[in-house]
């Protein structure tokens, strides 16, 4: 019985579980060509144009107006290469003329133009001609008595209406060249055993190990329309057997849809099920399941594939076939479908990355994919037609490692053949006598074309009528009429082609004419990226100047980083933390402000020989504070005093961010160098009309939070300078020593928030401080788009009285779990200093530890804290074997309130394998720390100018003629 057509599916799509062991998604190799062991080379392919089909081809004008390619064969290594072809040379690919199909033509005439719709007209009978020698082949053909017939043809009845008239052939734009006499098979070389046969068109078919005869397509009148299923209805190449071309005899081997396979991702009918649900109503994009199966299936063909290939050519080049073997010819004619393979994984690409416009678009893709993944796995199920065919000793002993390779192929083709139904071939003239043994022989369906005479109709053969299509036959015209075409024009059918060319130009064998334009967006995206092509060399060269540029600055300012300019530029691309600690250890820093402690100064030497600690792909450095490098090396005390006067005035602002980022869905984020730099000279934020607008910046541009903030019961006012007058530009304008104080305060913050990052985030989260993920998106840069830098949990204190450090007594705050923000505090600004209600911190350094038994405490705090880290243990595997290393046991042992063995100089060692390891722990966190600084002796911290001024004693020492000396030193250190 004739199988049923598919039609359009509506039914819920059940494929995603088939239940077939080789259908299952394979492990997705990466993209590009896998090696395969033991296989050979790719050898050359070579062209082997026919002597009398290029004489034949350089005398006629329509095949020299032609530009047809020759096929690909796969080239025997003891064969000898053809001449290179011309462009007037050209073989002909077919096997049949334009208007009947079955006689010998001349070169193939150029590719179809756009024809008017005519009524077929009457075949005439032509006195019978010698066989001409057939394209691709170099054997001449000598006329036979098979191929010359007995009897004159009478012509046969036209199945439509001949009432055109006789000049309405000269409509056509290309006009057919006047057919040759038609040559053949004759009811003696018929062969045996076909099982039904029907009329097809002027003509007969017989059918041979099928019962299925597919509709006529040769009197189709449009080849370029698609019916609703999405398939190209009578000439669709996929399901209905079509003339066999000797370069793919793999397609007989393509497999149809039927019970058992119809819910497979590359044979079942495109739906809505199919959509992502995640788009707009108005766009259309395959869902992540169709996506998957697709990339997995897509993948595991296109792999197979070129180990099919490899295995074909490893067949020929050992001579395990013998050489007058059927299966040896059909392999030396075939050529791989790799364009197929191509267009296949382009499919893919489109399917998964394309936003669709309409549903029309979706199937037309879906059934690209299809059509090319259904070739390729007919070439795989070839491939195990041809390695079956191999003695298995043989094979077993000239390629044991490929062993299990072939017996893949032959399993896939021998499960698939239990199941599945294959599409089969037409064959023509002495074809059917040559190649049809082999396709019979592997349950192949085969038709073979002859006159209406060669079939013996009074000797009991009867006519069967064609049996149903297997797909729809009714025009879509929202697939057929495309206004807008966005797809690759080779998903679309190709425009007013004869059913014999159909399967050519889908495949990409002949070169197409279609009048198919790309829409307007496809077209754009095409003269964008023509014009960034042209460009291209103007981008290199600025580039190359832009180099050169930075050469020279980081040769001229930059030389003492200590460092080359490759290792810098890996640097800056991998770790821009590293990059701003390099950027200022090759520039100066003034030497009124504060200087880095001479034990830290040694440890931070190692930064340059550690680099490699940074985690790659580390995002720029973001801070709730602007950095201290901002307000050093200017030569303009007019800007250093404008950035000073904001930074004092936002300064509590500035820290009442640090809890609001905890909230809940809270918008606030750290700044980062480029942000700060704005902030500071008054960008993007206004002091008038703060809290209803101007200050929306630091709150996340959000208008809700900087309304809780306004309204916050703890909302601090605004800042001042230490000493509690107004921060003014002129104020702060060539004072020198404020400068250098509000330096040093600003970089206290820096390390009283740095830290705790370094300190175990157990204990900081059971002291109250949660850790904050901020996340990055890609960066777009130079019409490139730079992956997102990896995410960062930060843990930040907020240190101001009454928030994270309560007023209690020690005993109480440890045993809530605050030991560790006691420590940090103690360390940056002592157990008796706090934060001013301005944000000012106290003068404080580990110089000032007057008492050894403080500094013991000190360094305690600060071994505690970096004992604790979670880099702790890398760092002891790293460098425990250095000389002067404290291991991490070693460190938590140690009791700064008594006193260590060794004295003084072991507590120098510790100090100094301190500073070391703060280092090393924070370039494992991801950082470059800040300094410990170095105070200098003053007794006015925090004062301006004018303070300064009015605190100065008015008095002449001098008259002090009574007082001695010891008398004179105390006055002075009373009064200044």
């Not at 022989?441 to 079939?455: F, I, M, N, S």
């Not at 540029?549 to 691309?573: C, H, I, L, P, Q």
């Not at 600690?581 to 931070?604: F, H």
């Not at 790293?878 to 991490?888: H, L």
């Amino acid at each position: 019985m004739a199988p049923t057509a598919p039609g359009f599916n509506s039914a819920p799509k059940q494929a995603h579980h088939r239940g077939r062991n080789d259908r299952a998604t394979p492990s997705v190799p990466p993209p590009g060509p896998t090696a395969t062991s033991g296989l050979p080379s790719r050898p050359g392919l070579s062209y082997h144009p026919s002597a009398s089909s290029v004489s034949r081809a350089s005398s006629s004008s329509a095949a020299s107006s032609s530009s047809v390619l020759p096929p690909l064969r796969f080239f025997l290594p003891t064969a000898i290469p053809a001449p290179a072809m011309s462009s007037g040379e050209m073989p002909a690919p077919l096997r049949f003329s334009l208007d009947s199909g079955l006689t010998p033509v001349q070169p193939l005439p150029a590719p179809p133009q756009p024809l008017t719709p005519l009524a077929p007209t009457q075949p005439q009978p032509h006195p019978p001609p010698a066989r001409l020698p057939q394209p691709g082949s170099s054997r001449q053909h000598k006329p036979t008595p098979s191929s010359t017939p007995v009897r004159p043809i009478k012509p046969l009845p036209s199945r439509t209406s001949s009432s055109t008239p006789s000049n309405a052939a000269k409509a056509s734009s290309t006009p057919t060249p006047p057919a040759p006499p038609r040559s053949f098979i004759t009811k003696d070389h018929l062969p045996p055993g076909y099982a039904s046969a029907s009329l097809w068109g002027d003509t007969a078919i017989a059918c041979y190990d099928t019962e299925y005869i597919g509709p006529n397509p040769r009197f189709c009148e449009s080849s370029a329309a698609l019916g609703h299923d999405g398939y190209a209805r009578e000439v669709e190449y996929t399901l209905y057997a079509q003339s066999y071309d000797e370069r793919a005899a793999f397609l007989g081997f393509l497999e149809l849809p039927c019970a058992y396979n119809k819910e497979w991702i590359e044979f079942r009918d495109p739906s809505r099920e199919d959509l992502s649900n995640i788009v707009a109503d108005s766009d259309f994009k395959a869902s992540r399941k169709v996506q998957d199966d697709v990339r997995g299936l897509s993948w595991h063909l296109y792999n197979k594939y070129k180990v099919a290939e490899c295995l074909l050519r490893l067949i020929l080049h050992k001579d395990v076939l013998p050489g007058d073997s059927l299966e040896r010819k059909i392999i030396t004619e075939t050529s791989p479908p790799l364009l197929e393979a191509k267009r296949m994984m382009g499919c893919w690409l489109v399917l998964r990355d394309e936003t669709l416009k309409s549903m029309a678009d979706f199937v037309i893709s879906m059934r690209a994919w299809q059509r090319y993944a259904r070739t390729i796995s007919a070439f795989l199920n070839f491939v195990g037609a041809m390695v079956d065919s191999v003695d298995r000793a043989t094979f077993r002993t000239l390629f044991p490692s490929e062993l299990e390779k072939a017996d893949y192929f032959v399993r896939r083709l021998k499960r698939h053949s239990l199941d599945s139904r294959y599409r089969g071939v037409i064959f023509v003239s002495k074809d059917a006598t040559t190649y049809q043994k082999f396709f019979r022989q592997r349950h192949v369906p085969t038709y073979v074309r002859v006159t209406v005479d060669a079939l013996d109709v009074n000797g009991g053969i009867p006519l069967s009528s064609t049996s149903a299509p297997r797909c729809s036959l009714e025009i879509s015209e929202s697939m057929t009429y495309v206004k807008q075409r966005n797809l690759p024009l080779h998903m679309y059918p190709p425009q007013n082609a004869e059913w014999q060319l159909c399967e050519l130009l889908w495949r990409g064998i002949l070169p197409r004419n279609d009048a198919y334009k790309s829409s307007e967006s496809v077209e754009a995206r095409k003269r964008k990226l023509s014009n960034f092509e042209q460009d291209r060399k103007r981008h290199r060269a600025a580039g190359d100047a832009k180099e050169a540029a930075r050469r020279e600055k980081f040769n001229a300012t930059e030389s003492d980083m200590g460092t080359s300019f490759e290792v810098y530029e890996w640097v800056a691309e991998n770790s821009p933390g590293a990059r701003h600690y390099l950027e200022q250890r090759g520039t100066a820093r003034p030497l009124d402000m504060p200087q880095p402690m001479s034990d830290y100064a040694e440890a931070e030497e190692q930064i340059i020989n550690h680099l490699h600690y940074l985690p790659l792909n580390c995002p720029n450095p973001a801070t709730y504070l602007p950095p201290v490098h901002l307000f050093l090396g200017f030569k303009s005390d007019e800007r250093l005093a404008i950035m000073m006067a904001n930074l004092s005035w936002l300064l509590p602002i500035l820290l009442f961010r640090i809890p609001m980022a905890r909230r809940p869905g809270s918008a606030i984020k750290r700044f980062r160098t480029r942000d700060w730099k704005n902030i500071l000279w008054g960008k993007g934020w206004e002091k008038e009309d703060f809290w209803e607008k101007g200050g929306k910046m630091f709150f996340g541009g959000n208008d809700e939070e900087l309304a809780y903030a306004r309204n916050h019961s703890k909302r601090p006012p605004f800042g001042e300078l230490l000493c509690g007058c107004d921060a003014t530009a002129e104020r702060l304008t060539g004072d020198r020593t404020m400068a250098r104080n509000i330096v040093f305060a600003l970089h206290q913050w820096h390390l009283l928030l740095f830290l705790p990052n370094l300190a175990d985030p157990a204990k900081l989260e059971k002291a109250g401080v949660p850790g904050i993920e901020e996340q990055f998106e890609p960066v777009r840069v130079n019409n490139y788009t730079l992956p997102a830098r990896d995410a960062v949990v930060h843990y930040t204190p907020d240190f101001r009285f009454g928030f994270d450090v309560v007023e209690k007594s020690k005993a109480k705050q440890k045993k809530e779990g605050k030991g560790i923000l006691l420590k940090i505090q103690d360390m940056v600004i002592s157990d008796w200093g706090s934060v001013h209600p301005s944000g000012w911190l106290s003068e404080y350094t580990l110089e000032n530890q007057a008492n050894d038994t403080k500094r013991r405490v000190w360094l305690e705090y600060l071994a505690h804290i970096l004992a604790s880290s979670p880099h702790a243990r890398a760092l002891d595997d790293d460098k425990g074997t250095s000389e002067g290393w404290w291991s991490t046991s070693r460190l938590k042992a140690y009791n700064g309130h008594q006193q260590i063995a060794g004295g003084r100089e072991t507590e120098d060692e510790l100090q100094r394998h301190l500073f070391l390891r703060y280092v090393l722990t924070s370039l494992k966190a991801g950082q470059v720390p800040p300094e410990f600084l170095s105070l200098t002796e003053t007794y006015e911290y925090g004062l301006c100018s004018k303070c300064r001024a009015s605190s100065t004693v008015t008095m002449d020492y001098n008259d002090l003629s009574d007082e001695e000396a010891d008398d004179y030193e105390f006055a002075r250190e009373k009064y200044l």
